[in-house]
């Protein structure tokens, strides 16, 4: 199957702190890409929605100068999330969905812990 | 209320007895997806089902949507400890193609 990569796997940071994540499609041109965050023992509450070449379309809630979202091509977008606070500490999960099918495939996830 | 329920919440189940997870959506389904996840890491593509009254089976596992296309089920034959995890259903309502997940169902094997 389709292969998704995000980098890192894992994050710690001091708060007021930049971080960024990147998420990759590694064997298909993700047209879309997602970016969920989850809290513990939560589900998976979707961000952004980025289209390649064009500005990512917020959730209700989500701040988008808080969490900087970038997919400047087929193959990659970043989140950055700007000024960190301990709050921001979770889970986040990015998915492309490209190519043949409108499977959506799943980043392994980034664990950012702020300080 | 949620858009798309999903039940149990938990299951303890001895090795080698069956189950079924369901996921109940209030509209309707234009693609049903089933993950597995290991807490605190990325989400393993279990199925997709798209039309009324699919089924689909990967090695143990079974996914149907019923016709009405508002609830699907997951069922796994024989469960082994491997089988542990949270299932994750997570749909497409044509909103923006993202997917709505369902709070997931924690599955304990016990050898």
């Known amino acids: 199957g389709a292969v998704v990569s995000q980098h890192p796997s894992r994050v710690i940071c001091k708060s007021g702190t930049s971080v960024k994540i990147e998420c990759r499609s590694l064997?298909?041109?993700?047209?879309?890409m997602f970016w969920y965050r989850q809290f513990p023992k939560q589900s998976l509450m979707l961000m952004a929605t980025?289209?390649?070449?064009?500005?990512?379309?917020?959730e209700q809630g989500v701040e988008k100068d808080k969490f900087l979202i970038n997919h400047a091509s087929l193959t990659l977008s970043t989140l950055t999330v700007t000024s960190a606070h301990p709050e921001d500490s979770s889970f986040y999960i990015c998915?492309?969905?490209?190519?043949?099918?409108?499977?959506?495939?799943f980043g392994p996830g980034t664990r950012l812990t702020v300080l | 209320s949620q858009e798309l329920e999903q039940s149990p919440q938990s299951l303890i189940v001895q090795e080698g007895k069956n189950l079924t997870i369901n996921c109940t959506s209030s509209k309707t389904l234009y693609g049903l997806y089933w993950y597995k996840q290991k807490y605190g890491e990325g989400l393993i593509f279990l199925m997709m089902l798209q039309k009324g009254g699919e089924e689909k089976s990967h090695e143990k596992i079974t996914a149907k949507l019923d016709e009405k296309k508002q609830q699907s089920s997951l069922h796994i034959t024989a469960s082994q400890p491997s089988h542990a995890g949270i299932y994750l259903c997570?749909?497409?309502?044509?909103?923006?193609?993202?997917?709505?997940f369902g709070k997931g169902t924690k599955l304990s094997v016990k050898p």
């Open positions: 998915s492309a969905t490209g190519g043949a099918t409108d499977t959506q495939y």
């Open positions: 997570g749909a497409d309502l044509r909103s923006q193609g993202n997917l709505i």
């Open positions: 980025s289209n390649e070449g064009s500005k990512a379309t917020y």
């Open positions: 064997d298909f041109q993700a047209t879309t």
